[in-house]
């Protein structure tokens, strides 16, 4: 079946870049209609979609962090990628990676990652 | 951005009870709803998508309903593994936007 793992560093320093990746096995990422995807809890809050991006490269971001925010594909490796730059203390959470699905499951994140958890802390 | 709005924010409920979750869009989002389920230190799980579609492998227990801004999430019959934060989400509009989430608690 398919599964998705999150990798990165799980401390950032403020100011710096946050970098995550998403290896994703059991199919090909450029299979099927499906958005490549993050969604972040920050401690105690709800969820908050983040962005995502076909295997194409197409990106879709959210707003409040389009600023800072880059998100890529590498077909090669079957992995997905973010970055975000200039982070705070406010972008300490637990970030999952996730697909979108826009055909069985129509709208919806179907397949997450177990998440890895990210503080940003000097 | 649309504003997706549950209530209530925490329910107790026993065994066996129905347990019935509303979630109210800010605008329309026609039926493009999904509802999840999440436990502490796991990822979430979809549950309902297409606001009242089951997805697969999810016990029949669980349902959804509503279109437009109202929606509903029900638990016919609350077993002791749903005890959990429950999450709506509308795939209708960018960004894409969740509730606050309904914890789910043992009374």
């Known amino acids: 079946q398919v599964q998705l793992q999150e990798s990165g560093p799980g401390l950032v320093k403020p100011s710096q870049t946050l970098s995550l990746t998403c290896t994703v096995s059991?199919?090909?990422?450029?299979?099927?209609?499906?958005?490549w995807s993050w969604v972040r809890q920050h401690p105690g809050k709800g969820l908050e979609w983040i962005g995502y991006l076909f295997h194409s490269g197409s990106t879709y971001y959210n707003p409040s962090l389009r600023s800072r925010l880059t998100m890529s594909v590498d077909t090669s490796k079957n992995q997905f990628s973010l970055r975000l730059t200039s982070v705070t203390a406010a972008d300490t959470a637990v970030y999952y990676c996730?697909?979108?699905?826009?055909?069985?499951?129509?709208?919806?994140?179907?397949?997450w990652g177990q998440g890895t958890r990210v503080t940003v802390s000097s | 951005d649309i504003q997706m709005t549950q209530s209530p924010s925490s329910v107790s409920a026993s065994l066996g009870d129905r347990v019935t979750i509303t979630c109210r869009a800010s605008q329309g989002v026609g039926s493009s709803l999904a509802w999840y389920q999440k436990k502490p230190g796991k990822a979430p799980n979809l549950l309902i998508y297409a606001a009242s579609s089951l997805q697969s492998g999810v016990p029949s227990r669980f349902s959804g309903s509503g279109s437009g801004t109202d929606f509903t999430l029900t638990i016919s019959s609350l077993q002791p593994e749903d005890f959990a934060t429950y999450y709506c989400q509308q795939a209708n509009s960018f960004p894409r936007t969740f509730g606050q989430g309904t914890n789910v608690e043992i009374k």
């Open positions: 996730a697909r979108y699905d826009t055909g069985g499951s129509v709208g919806a994140f179907d397949i």
């Open positions: 059991g199919d090909s990422i450029i299979s099927g209609v499906y958005y």
